[in-house]
């Protein structure tokens, strides 16, 4: 019988694994290059990356300094990092599995307690190669639950989170913190059986507040919101980005249009409740919401709305939400493989206005990076097969190459 390691030697093992890699300098070769931004496919290029910056991408004749640590991709194909920008990971097991599926920049959709923040410091510090972290913190919703234990300054909270000074409390809270989003509700959950995910949460006024506050410190919001009363309010209210969308109407997707809201439907989370795991009544939810969010999406689609993937997952083993099996919902409901790659690097980028750092492989830009056996342009499912990843210029996997040397 085979065994396995446990966690802890995992973890020590992938921490051998970057201090190794940290300090070098890479070039890759003879890669077919995806670069985010352009419709076509580059053959033969070499891309040097130092000090975890892309600094040259030139043909097959290029010239490589020495030291540079050779990287042969074999003629497959090199693209941008994906983009998960609806995640509740919280530890560095789930961030290596994030890594290893091909994202490399994420933003945080809440978690327990900080731990979004702090594994964004360590993949800044160099410690871990990512995902790079966009952390939200602590949710802003009306009962904190378990939440409370996060910060001592959370306790005058423990009771409800419904007053204006009460929602400004936590949302300060959370940026004194450090977090860069802050993330609240507009509408109840899908996910428990108790709950309808149409009913309306949180008031435009009271969105409003939270999404005032955050403001005054140059902090976004994103809003989760299945039912359209919600959503509509997020709108109005402000919000960056609507996260879901099942039941939105027609109005809401023109009046987000008009103010530049992004969509984000985290398909591949609501479609995994018509699973056997789930209980029946949520199975039985799936069923009636998948269809509905599907509606939604090609209506946004259709209308031209700004939209970005997310997985809504924890990265835990036994779930395939992954950014790669959204994009090939994307495609299956109305994108082509161009718009479906570009709303998972460079579309993403811009929404969590990194559009400048990330997103594309292009001189000067974070070395974000994944390698994959075909052309993501003709066969959307290649990217659900990693071959590489690079990472703020640390290789974080590499299967390649699969002959003896």
């Known amino acids: ?9 995992v973890l020590f093992l992938w921490s051998c694994l970057l201090t190794t890699a940290q300090a070098a300098d890479y070039a890759l070769t003879h890669a077919r290059l995806f670069n985010g931004y352009e419709n076509q496919i580059h053959a033969d290029v070499t891309v040097l990356v130092h000090d975890g910056k892309i600094t040259s991408i030139a043909g097959a004749d ?8 050779l990287i042969d991709c074999q003629g497959y194909y090199l693209l941008p990092g994906l983009f998960d920008v609806h995640t509740h990971l919280d530890n560095l097991d789930q961030a290596r599995r994030a890594l290893e599926s091909g994202v490399t920049t994420v933003r945080s959709a809440s978690v327990p307690a900080y731990q979004d923040v702090t594994i964004r410091e360590l993949a800044r510090a160099g410690k871990i190669p990512g995902p790079d972290m966009v952390a939200a913190g602590v949710y802003v919703t009306p009962n ?3 939440s409370v ?4 300054r959370l306790v005058p909270l423990f009771n409800g989170v419904q007053t204006d000074e009460q929602l400004r409390q936590l949302v300060n809270i959370n940026i004194d913190r450090g977090v860069d989003v802050i993330k609240t ?7 428990r059986a108790d709950t309808d995910p149409r009913e309306q949460v949180y008031t435009e006024h009271q969105l409003r507040v939270v999404v005032e506050e955050a403001a005054k410190r140059n902090i976004p919001v994103m ?4 039912g359209d009363e919600g959503a509509r309010a997020a709108v109005l209210a402000g919000a960056r980005s609507i996260e879901h969308g099942t039941y939105i109407s027609d109005d809401t997707i ?3 249009k008009e103010r530049g809201t992004w969509f984000v439907p985290t398909y591949v989370t609501m479609d995994e409740m018509n699973e056997q795991k789930y209980e029946a009544a949520l199975r039985l939810r799936g069923r009636h919401m998948v269809p509905q969010l599907e509606k939604a999406f090609r209506k946004a689609h259709a209308a031209g709305l700004k939209i970005a993937t997310g997985a809504d997952n924890y990265y835990e083993p036994e779930s395939v939400n992954r950014i790669s099996v959204e994009a090939e919902q994307f495609v299956r409901m ?3 493989n161009f718009e479906a790659l570009q709303s998972a690097t460079t579309s993403s980028a811009e929404l969590l206005q990194l559009q400048d750092k990330t997103g594309r492989i292009k001189e000067g830009f974070e070395a974000d990076m994944i390698l994959v056996p075909a052309n993501p342009l003709e066969d959307i499912t290649a990217l659900q097969d990693v071959l590489l990843v690079m990472s703020n210029g640390q290789v974080a996997l590499k299967r390649i190459p699969f002959g003896l040397e």
């Not at 019988?1 to 030697?9: D, H, S």
């Not at 290029?62 to 640590?69: Q, R, S, V």
């Not at 509700?185 to 996910?191: N, P, S």
């Not at 809003?223 to 299945?226: D, F, N, P, Q, S």
């Open 62 to 69: 290029a010239l490589i300094p020495d030291g540079y640590e």
């Open 254 to 256: 023109a009046l987000m």
């Open 144 to 146: 904190l639950d378990e």
């Open 334 to 336: 109305g994108m082509t």
């Open 149 to 152: 234990l996060a910060d001592p």
């Open 1 to 9: 019988m085979r065994q396995t390691l446990p966690r802890f030697a």
């Open 185 to 191: 509700r507009g509408t109840e959950r899908a996910g």
């Open 223 to 226: 809003v989760h919101a299945h």
